[in-house]
C-alpha cells in the first residue's frame, strides 16, 4: 500500500489506530444541531454482497446521513474520501483495494466510500468489490446516478441498493413541532413552510445565517465544478442561459426550439444539458397523463427545479413567499418537490403526471394509484370557499378520480362528490405523517 494513501486513510481514521476515539473524532462531520432524515428502509442497510448507494445533489446531506447513521450504531467505518488524489489512485483497482481493506478492518467493519463520483469508474469499483466477495458492508455517496454509472455504463442491478436523499421534506423540518399543541404547531409548520418555499431545503443553506450567499456559491458549484469539470460543458454561458430559462418558466410546457434559439446553440444541445440537470437533479420533468377520453397534450412535458431555493436563487426572487410575483409557479414548483419526496420510495418519479387538453383545462399532478387516480390542483391563494376550478370539474368529468385535492392557502374542507372525495388543504398538510393520503 502506498505510504501516502496509508497516511491520509489513517488521518481520516484515527479510530483505527485508537477505537475509543469514535464517535468524539467524527463528531465535526456531523451537523449540529442535526435535523433527522426521514429515509426508509435505513434499518436494512447492513447487508453483506450489497452495496448500500446513496444518491443526491450536491450538499444534500448524504454524507452526514451516513455518519450520524454510523454513530447511533456505535459503527466506526473505514471512510474512503474519493475527492483526495491519491485515494483515487487507490482506487483504480478493486482487487488490490480489497487486498488493502482486509488489512485495515475486521470483516464487519463498514466501508464508506464518499464522494464517488470523483472516480473515474466508480460503476466497476463497486462491482469489483461486491463480486469479490468484500467481507465488509459497504456504503457509497455519490452526486447523481449518472456518475455512479460512469463512462463504462456496467450495470449495478443485484450488487446495490439505492437510496435517494432529496432537501429537507416539511415534514423533517417540521418534526420538532408534531408534539406541540395543534393550533401552535400548524403556525409553526406554516411558518416553516413559508420560508421553505423562499429559502429550499438544502441543510447548508437552511442551517445558515446567509441563505443568499450559500445558495449562490451552491449554483456556482454546480456550474463550474460540475457541468464545467465534470461534465466538460463547452458553452457555460449558453448553458447559464437555459437554466434561466428554465427557472422562469417553471412548471410551463418545455419549449426547447425556443430556448435554442434565445440560447444560440442547437435543440439537440438544448435536450442534452437538460437531460444532465435532471440527472444530477436540480430540474425534475412531469410528462402529461393522457387517458385518451379529451384531446390532450401528449408529448411536452413541464419542469421543475428539485429546491425552491436554487429556484429562487436563478431567478433572483429570493423574497419572501407573499411578496414574491411569482407565487404560483413557486408554490406548485414547492408542491411537485414534496409530492416527490414522499412518492419516490414506492413509486417511480416518472408516474407523477399532470394532464391537459388541447382546450386549456389542466391539472397540475395526476398519479396512479390502485384504487384509482389521484388529482391535485394547486392555487396561490387564500380561498375562503370550496369551489372548484373549471379545469377541475372537466378533469373529474372525464376521468372520475378517487381523490381530488386542492392545495391553497386559505382553507381546509372536505366532502364527497360522486365517485370523488375532494379535499382542500394548506401547505402544512405536507408535514403530517402521511400527506394527503397518498401512500394509503
Known amino acids: 500500500m502506498d505510504t501516502l494513501v496509508l497516511q491520509t486513510i489513517q488521518a481520516d481514521n484515527p479510530w483505527l489506530s485508537d477505537p475509543a476515539t469514535f464517535p468524539t473524532s467524527a463528531l465535526h462531520r456531523i451537523p449540529d444541531p442535526f435535523i433527522h432524515r426521514l429515509v426508509p428502509g435505513v434499518d436494512d442497510w447492513p447487508v453483506l454482497n450489497k452495496a448500500h448507494v446513496v444518491i ?80 465488509n458492508p459497504l456504503f457509497v455517496t455519490g452526486s447523481s446516478a449518472f456518475h455512479l454509472r460512469a463512462r463504462t455504463r456496467e450495470s449495478l442491478a443485484g450488487r446495490a441498493v439505492r437510496t435517494s436523499l432529496h432537501p429537507f421534506s416539511l415534514r423533517e423540518l417540521s418534526t420538532p413541532f408534531l408534539e406541540l399543541p395543534q393550533l401552535i404547531r400548524s403556525e409553526k409548520i406554516r411558518e416553516t413552510a413559508y420560508r421553505q418555499m423562499q429559502i429550499g431545503g438544502y441543510p447548508e443553506i437552511w442551517l445558515g445565517e446567509e441563505p443568499e450567499k450559500a445558495l449562490a456559491r451552491l449554483v456556482e458549484a454546480f456550474v463550474i465544478r460540475d457541468a464545467s469539470d465534470l461534465f466538460h460543458i463547452r458553452h457555460l454561458d449558453a448553458f447559464r442561459q437555459l437554466m434561466r430559462l428554465v427557472a422562469g418558466q417553471v412548471s410551463s410546457l418545455v419549449n426547447a426550439s425556443e430556448w435554442a434559439s434565445i440560447c444560440g446553440i442547437s435543440r439537440g444541445t438544448v435536450m442534452e444539458y437538460l437531460s444532465l440537470l ?32 436554487m429556484l429562487n436563487i436563478i431567478t433572483r426572487q429570493l423574497v419572501p ?35 391537459r387538453s388541447k382546450s386549456g383545462a389542466e391539472m397540475d399532478f395526476v398519479i396512479e394509484r390502485p384504487e384509482g387516480l389521484v388529482a391535485i390542483e394547486v392555487k396561490a391563494s387564500e380561498m375562503k370557499r370550496p369551489r372548484l376550478s373549471r379545469s377541475a370539474r372537466s378533469f373529474m368529468e372525464a376521468y372520475s378520480p378517487s381523490r381530488l385535492i386542492v392545495v391553497n392557502l386559505g382553507m381546509t374542507h372536505e366532502q364527497e362528490e360522486k365517485e370523488t372525495r375532494i379535499q382542500w388543504v394548506r401547505p402544512e398538510a405536507f408535514a403530517e405523517q402521511n400527506p394527503l393520503g397518498l401512500l394509503t
Not at 334 to 349: N, Q, T, Y
Open 56 to 135: 443526491g445533489a450536491r450538499q444534500v446531506g448524504k454524507s452526514s446521513l451516513l455518519w450520524h447513521w454510523f454513530k447511533e450504531r456505535e459503527l466506526a467505518p473505514l471512510y474512503i474520501n474519493a475527492e483526495e488524489p491519491s485515494v483515487r489512485n487507490w482506487c483504480r483497482s478493486p482487487a488490490l483495494l480489497l487486498r488493502d481493506i482486509s488489512g485495515l478492518a475486521d470483516p464487519g467493519t463498514p466501508v464508506f466510500i464518499d464522494e464517488a463520483q470523483h472516480l473515474d469508474e466508480a460503476g466497476l469499483l463497486v462491482k469489483g468489490l461486491v463480486d469479490g466477495g468484500l467481507s
Open 321 to 355: 413567499f407573499g411578496e414574491l410575483a411569482n407565487r404560483g409557479p413557486c408554490l406548485e414548483n414547492w408542491v411537485a418537490g414534496e409530492i416527490r419526496k414522499w412518492l419516490s420510495p414506492l413509486i417511480p418519479i416518472d408516474q407523477i403526471r399532470y394532464w
Open 278 to 309: 435532471e440527472q444530477t437533479q436540480i430540474i425534475h420533468p412531469v410528462h402529461p397523463f393522457a387517458g385518451g377520453k379529451r384531446a390532450e397534450v401528449v408529448h411536452r412535458p413541464k419542469l421543475y427545479f428539485c429546491d425552491n431555493g
